[in-house]
Structures are given as C-alpha cells and as structure tokens.
C-alpha cells in the first residue's frame, strides 16, 4: 500500500529478466543445437579406448562368426555346391535319406550335427518325401563297385539285390560322416564312409567288400581310394578266398566291371 494514500501511485515494476517467458533463440549456422549430441571434429575421439575397444570386439565377433559358419555350419543341398576347399580335404556329415543300389545313396547334409540342433531344434528338421527335392547329395562309393541293378535297360546282375539290401539295412535312416573326394560325370561326390555300429565307426565301403558284396572298383583312370586301396585288396582276397557272397560262383563269375563293358558292346552293335 502506497503512502500517503492520496498520492499517485507508483508506476508498476517491470519484471526481471528472470520472469521473462523463455523464448527460441536463433542458431547460428555454427552453433551446435542444445537437443543434438555434440560430434567429435578430430580423429583422435574415434581413436579413444572406450570407442576402438568395443568396435574391435564387435569386428572380431562377426569376423569369428563368418568364418565358423562357413567351415562348420554351411549346408550344401547338392555335390554341385560342395565348396572346392571340402574335396580331399574336409567330411561332410549327414542323414541317409536313400538308397538308390549298391555303391550308391542319398545324404542330407546336417553340419553341426545334433549340437547345431538338427534332429530336434524348430526349423532343423529333415525334410521328408518330396519336400527333399534338390536337397541331398548324391553319394558314390569310394573304391567299390556292387553288381548292377536293372536299368535303362539291362537285366539285373546277380548278387545286385543283395547288395542293395545290405547296404538300405545298414546306413538307411542313419548318420554318417563321407569324406569326399571329388564329383564324378554324374554329379556324385565320390566319398569313404563311416557309419556307427554298437558304438564303433564302420567303414561302409570295406564291409559291402568284407561281405563279398562288392569288388574293388577298376578303372582305366579315376578310381579314387582315398589312402584305402591296399586295405580293401585285402579284404576283397579274404572274401574270395572264403566264398563269401558274389565270389560263392565258383564257374562264369563276371564282375560289375566286366558286366557293364559286356552290356555296352552289346548296346553297341544294336545301334550298329
């Protein structure tokens, strides 16, 4: 209240600065804007420890992961798509799918096994029926050859059925680890395989030979053995010698071999 009360009173105060409304200052095109981070100009900021340490690690991370999955955890639906750094060098494990005659199957290549979780993790099924369509590979046994089943054609080599249902009991729906060599006119990887029975690891090729249900596979160049030539001579000449399967004909024996260059000389002068 004013005094003396009849005087004028005094003219209103103007506020301070501090009770004035805050209003948008205007920026300059150099002055950084107080909701944008401010950037480091120098390369010695990106240089810091607390910056380069965590990007090496992440580097590192996904180089590591890269790598890992391209040598252990890369699956190849065909023997056409076998990375070149895989032949006489790596194995390929998998799942027979089928058993197409004596010397030959299908496998469905799970790398990582049960640990990457095939066989029961979501989406790491194996397929069935049509669905694995253009997804196996075509697997030829190395170093062997079963007699021959009837195709495009020809009649059925005896011992052939044998062989043919020896080989779907013992690998068929089981897994089984093929070292490849190499991919033959008939886009197969030419491979050793090893299966498991009662705990040890089987030779697939050495037992269909132990058996009398092969013979060593002759070639006038191409055969591939791995280091396993010498081994299955061996075996073949025991089971010749105890007359086991196919060597049980003691007269007119004619080997897959032998078979097949009959059957072409015979194709030959029919198209003749």
């Known amino acids: 209240m004013h005094w003396p009360p009849w005087s004028s009173p005094p003219p209103p105060t103007p506020p301070s600065k501090a009770e004035n409304p805050p209003t948008t200052a205007t920026l300059s095109p150099h002055t950084s804007s107080w909701s944008s981070p401010n950037l480091p100009t120098t390369w010695s900021a990106y240089l810091a420890p607390e910056v380069l340490l965590p990007t090496a690690i992440l580097t590192s991370t996904i180089l590591i992961s890269h790598r890992l999955y391209r040598l252990h955890l890369r699956r190849f639906p065909r023997?056409?798509?076998?990375?070149?750094?895989?032949?006489?060098?790596?194995?390929?494990?998998?799942?027979?799918?089928?058993?197409?005659?004596?010397?030959?199957?299908?496998?469905?290549?799970?790398?990582g096994g049960r640990l990457a979780g095939w066989g029961w993790f979501p989406g790491r099924r194996i397929p069935r029926g049509k669905a694995l369509k253009d997804k196996t590979i075509s697997i030829r046994l190395a170093g062997i050859d079963a007699p021959e089943g009837a195709h495009f054609g020809r009649p059925t080599q005896p011992g052939a059925q044998e062989a043919l249902d020896f080989l779907t009991a013992y690998i068929q729906h089981r897994r089984v680890r093929a070292y490849v060599y190499k991919k033959d006119q008939y886009d197969r990887a030419v491979a050793t395989v090893y299966v498991r029975r009662w705990g040890l690891k089987r030779d697939v090729g050495y037992q269909m030979l132990r058996r009398g249900l092969a013979t060593v596979y002759e070639a006038k160049s191409g055969a591939e053995f791995g280091a396993l030539e010498e081994r299955y001579r061996q075996v073949e000449g025991w089971a010749r010698k105890k007359g086991k399967g196919i060597w049980a004909v003691k007269d007119g024996f004619e080997s897959p071999r032998d078979y097949k260059e009959r059957m072409k000389g015979i194709e030959g002068k029919g198209n003749a």
């Open 79 to 111: 023997a056409a798509t076998i990375a070149p750094s895989f032949w006489r060098k790596r194995s390929l494990f998998g799942t027979v799918t089928s058993v197409g005659d004596g010397d030959g199957f299908r496998l469905f290549h799970t790398p």
